[in-house]
């Protein structure tokens, strides 16, 4: 499996966890995020991913912001993202089992550490369950 990930500099401690919480499950990951808690602007840190998601140059992305809100719209401008703001691991099998969430967009000020890093479990061990959410998957797209 291959991950990319983003975050602002509000996601800096939460996305080196994550990629210790990955590396430890021996998981590719290709860094696109900050690694300063130095003022950024989020999209340049989540264009990248979006944009490796929708190429399938990765299977899955997980994107990091203070609220999670403007990372996920960025992302799911792009075609074939659907990035999940998520804040429970419930809501994260959700959106992979319902929604086929390829992206999971966690807020960082809202969350803590831990609960961050079990729904990155959640979201990576969750497989879409198809069937009739297909349907309505496939209707998604403009």
């Not at 995020?33 to 990248?48: A, E, L």
Request: aromatic share 4%; net charge negative.
């Amino acid at each position: 499996m291959k991950i990319a990930i983003g975050n602002d500099h509000a996601g800096t401690d939460y996305k080196l966890a994550v990629l210790g919480l990955l590396k430890s499950m021996k998981i590719e990951v290709i860094n696109h995020g900050t690694d300063t808690t130095d003022s950024v602007d989020y999209p340049d840190f989540v264009h990248p991913v979006a944009k490796d998601v929708e190429d399938g140059t990765v299977d899955l992305g997980i994107i990091i912001c203070g609220s999670g809100n403007g990372a996920s719209i960025t992302a799911n401008k792009h075609q074939k993202v659907r990035s999940a703001l998520c804040w429970t691991k419930e809501i994260v099998e959700l959106a992979r089992q319902h929604n086929d969430a390829n992206i999971l967009s966690l807020p960082a000020r809202f969350i803590s550490l831990p609960q961050a890093l079990e729904m990155v479990k959640t979201f990576l061990e969750t497989d879409f369950e198809g069937g009739r959410h297909e349907r309505r998957v496939e209707k998604i797209p403009c």
